[in-house]
C-alpha cells in the first residue's frame, strides 16, 4: 500500500507523527534542508529511505544563520515543488516549522561549536555555524532521529555537526552523502539559479580547478605553489577567491601535505553568488 506523506506544520502534529512513525519502523531517518530541493537534497532523502528508516526531511529556511548582509530575503523558497519532490523519494514526514517555533521570544540558548567551526566559513560568515549548531540542534531534540544525513558539499558545516554531535553526546549518528554535480561538474546548489547564463558558463571551472589542484597535491607537486596558481587561475578567469586550501578533513586545520583524510576546500565568488565546493586529496 502507498502511503500518502505526512505533513507536521505545528510541534505537536511533528510529536505525534515521529512517535507513530518510529513505532512502525523502528527508526528515523532525518534530512534537515532549507527547501528549495535539487537532486542533491534528494540524494539524502534517497539515502535515508534505502536505509529502511522512515524519513523526515524539514524545511525551515533559517534566519539565525544568515548575516546581516546575506541573502535571507531572496532565498529561493518553492514550498509546492519541495513536497512534490519529497514525496517522489519516498520520504514519510515533512516538518514545516514557523520562525516562531524554532526561536520563541524568550529563548536564551545558542549553540557555539569552536574547532572545526574555526576559520574558513566561519571567518567568512560570523556567526554562521552559530546558526547552523543551534537550528540542528532544536531539528534534533524535535524529530529525535537515529540517523541525520548531510551533505559533503557543505564539508565544514558537516564537521561541524558531527562535532557538535559528539560534544553534546546526542544520541544520532551524522551520515555524510557525496557531493551530487551536474554534469559539467558545478556542485548543485539553491543558489546556482542566481547565476547568470555567462557565469553558468564559467561556473564549473571552479570544480575543474579543484580536482586539477587535487591531481598535482597528491602526486607530489608542492602545496602552496599548486594552490596559488590554481587561485591565480580562476582569479584571471572572473572568480573572486575567498579561501582555496588544503585542509585536514574532520578539524578543517590547513595542511602542507596531502593526508588520507585531506580535502582540497574552496569558496568563491562569481557575481552575485558565493560557489562552495571541495573535493578529496590522495
Ligand atoms: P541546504 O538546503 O542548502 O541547507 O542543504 C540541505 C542539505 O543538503 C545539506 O546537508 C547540504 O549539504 C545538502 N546538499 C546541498 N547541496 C548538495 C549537493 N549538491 N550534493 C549533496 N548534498 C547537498
Known sequence: MVRAMLIARTLIQLREACARLRQDAGALAFVPTMGALHQGHR?????????????V??????????????????????????????????????????????????EATTIVVGGPAERW????RPGHFRGVATVCAKLFGQVRPDRAYFGEKDWQQLQVVRRMVADLLLPLEIVGIET?????????????????????????????ALTRAAGRIAAGAPTPAVLSEAADALTGAGFDVNYLALVDGPSLAPLDRATPQ????????????????????G
Do not use: H, K
Not at 546581516?68 to 519529497?86: C, F, Q
Not at 548543485?188 to 571552479?206: D, G, Y
Not at 585531506?262 to 586529496?281: F, I, M, Q
Open 57 to 106: 526531511a524539514s524545511i525551515f529556511v533559517n534566519p539565525l544563520q544568515f548575516g546581516p548582509n546575506e541573502d535571507l530575503s531572496r532565498y529561493p523558497r518553492d514550498e509546492a515543488g519541495d513536497l512534490a519532490a519529497l514525496e517522489a523519494e519516498g520520504c514519510t514526514l515533512v516538518w514545516l516549522p514557523d520562525v516562531a517555533t524554532m526561536y520563541p521570544p524568550d
Open 121 to 124: 566559513e566561519g571567518d567568512a
Open 262 to 281: 585531506s580535502r582540497l576546500l574552496t569558496a568563491a565568488r562569481l557575481g552575485s553568488v558565493r560557489l562552495l565546493d571541495n573535493v578529496p586529496v
Open 43 to 55: 540524494a539524502l532523502v534517497r539515502a535515508g529511505v534505502a536505509s529502511g528508516a522512515a524519513t
Open 180 to 208: 551530487v554535480r551536474e554534469a559539467d561538474g558545478l556542485a548543485m546548489s539553491s543558489r546556482n539559479r542566481f547565476l547568470s547564463p555567462a557565469e553558468r558558463t564559467l561556473a564549473p571551472s571552479l570544480y575543474a
